[in-house]
DNA sequence: CCAGACGTTGTT
DNA sequence: GTCTGG
DNA sequence: CCAGACGTTGTT
DNA sequence: GTCTGG
């Protein structure tokens, strides 16, 4: 599973490594993204925009946004035919951006959390689904104004590789290359290509590392969320 | 037919 | 909206 | 993912 | 224990 990440490279380099051409709103470094909050994706080819969503997709017959704080992975193995994700298996795949990952381990009554990331500290891209959620008319408006539709994404889910299984069962589904981003989010494809590129990342060129227990309290962005415990390499 | 779910993880 | 379960 | 709440009535 | 919020 994925419940945390990082996004802390600099915009400049961002934009050179994932041939950006467009970036809507300010983006900021990010060392402890949880669900519900912003975070940054590519959803098409061109031109390659990168803007915020809000992390957790949000079906579009939900009631409310809360439905999307579920929905913040989505299985590979099952993704195309979950009702709440197929439609935006099928047409509404993005890139969401990350350096990092965090999976916590279990340990009796602790948890322990643990970063993953690149011995080149070069980002990477999660496979992810997005959706639009328009809001219902909420009782005061009186229809004066017409809610903007919200934008939101989950990322997918994988076996975990060798580096992540002794930690976690589960990991995102990575994509790494210039050549599987084009094919993630170019138009339709196929489903075996899909699978494909859904196979765990192997771990060659990956490093992990325990991080001290605040990294557990959504919320907490300091920058030595993402140090090396003492004693950890 | 209507009502209710629609998701993932990990577990003694 | 669409599917499953009763 | 983890942390934190988990409830109602009626109100200075 | 289970759900919600971040």
Redesign the pocket.
């Known amino acids: 599973?994925?419940?945390?990440f990082t996004l802390a490279t600099p915009l400049d380099v961002l934009i050179e490594v994932f041939k950006i051409q467009e970036v809507d709103g300010a983006i900021q470094a990010r060392c402890n993204i949880?669900?519900?909050?912003e975070i940054y994706a590519l959803r098409d080819c061109s031109p390659r925009r990168l803007e915020p969503l809000r992390?957790?997709?949000i079906?579009?017959?939900?009631?409310?946004?809360?439905?999307g704080?579920?929905?913040?992975?989505?299985?590979?193995?099952?993704?195309a035919?979950?009702?709440?994700?197929?439609?935006a298996f099928r047409g509404q795949r993005c890139l969401i951006l990350a350096d990092g990952f965090?999976?916590?381990?279990?340990e009796g009554r602790e948890?322990?959390?643990y970063l993953f990331r690149r011995k080149d500290r070069r980002p990477f891209a999660f496979a992810g689904i997005w959706e639009s959620w328009i809001p219902r008319d909420s009782k005061g408006s009186g229809g004066m104004q017409q809610a903007d539709p919200v934008l939101s994404a989950?990322l997918?889910?994988?076996e975990?590789n060798a580096l992540v299984e002794p930690?976690?069962?589960?990991?995102p589904v990575i994509l790494q290359e210039e050549k599987s981003w084009e094919a993630w989010l170019r138009g339709p494809a196929s489903l075996e290509l899909l699978q494909e590129l859904c196979r765990p990342l192997p771990s060659e060129g990956w490093l992990s590392h325990r991080v001290d227990?605040?990294?557990?309290?959504?919320?907490y962005e300091d920058p030595s969320c993402m140090d090396a415990l003492e004693g950890e390499v």
Do not use: D, F
């Open positions: 599973m994925c419940g945390r949880a669900p519900t909050q992390w957790g997709l079906p579009p017959w939900a009631k409310g946004p809360e439905v704080s579920r929905m913040i992975n989505a299985r590979c193995e099952t993704v035919e979950k009702p709440s994700y197929r439609r965090y999976e916590w381990k279990k948890r322990l959390p989950s997918l889910t994988t975990a930690v976690h069962p589960r990991m227990k605040k990294v557990n309290k959504a919320g």
